[in-house]
């Protein structure tokens, strides 16, 4: 006979279980995804050479910082607050230089597609720059990644729209203290 536990101890635990992941991911992607474009659609040009550089510096740096934030939120959840203040000043410092770095990438990578034309390093440019575009909004603004817990599934599918995103409602609560 399977017991059903529903207490609020046992539902922490499944969630951390199922946040330990995410910064794990996030750090391996920030490493696997350079590997892998630079060795699959390595750049020839100076002009595709800097549209690689920006549009995997833009993606790569929000999943080291997806990967800290993850691994601070599951320290949290063990109860050590230690680091979230500290993560908190970096992310409201770092904020506009990721998005203007996002921007110069999709600036760099416009600029190799005129020069050079559909390369396959220009098209994993894009590929990343979008991607980087993804992650900002997914980590500043409103949670994208609706597609592996079912009750995002679901909130989606019955019209509820999407969410605001964890780490924007932690910014914007660290900032909202550190205005008084």
């Known amino acids: 006979m399977r017991e059903t536990i529903t207490t609020k101890e046992t539902r ?5 279980r199922r946040l330990i992941p ?3 991911m996030e750090a391996w992607s920030a490493v696997l995804i350079p590997a892998v474009v630079i060795w699959s659609a390595p750049p020839h040009t100076a ?15 929000q999943l080291v910082v997806g990967a800290r934030y993850w691994f601070v939120v599951v320290e949290r959840m063990h109860g050590s607050q230690s680091s979230v ?3 908190m000043r ?12 996002v921007g ?11 020069i050079v034309g559909w390369s396959d390093a220009v098209v994993a440019a894009f590929i990343c720059s979008g991607l980087a575009t993804l ?21 989606l599918m019955n ?7 964890h780490m924007a409602k932690d910014l914007a609560a660290f900032r909202k203290t550190k205005q008084r």
């Open 12 to 16: 922490e635990d499944a969630l951390r």
């Open 22 to 24: 995410y910064w794990k």
């Open 90 to 101: 970096i992310l409201d410092r770092v904020q506009l230089p990721i998005l203007l770095l």
């Open 104 to 114: 110069i990438s999709w600036i760099a990578t416009v600029h190799a597609l005129v």
């Open 159 to 165: 019209g509820g729209g999407l969410r605001r995103a």
């Open 47 to 61: 002009a595709e050479t800097a549209a690689a550089i920006f549009s995997l510096l833009a993606v790569s740096l």
């Open 135 to 155: 992650e900002y909004v997914n980590y500043f603004h409103v949670q994208l990644q609706n597609f592996d817990h079912a009750a995002d599934i679901k909130r």
């Open 85 to 87: 203040a500290p993560l």
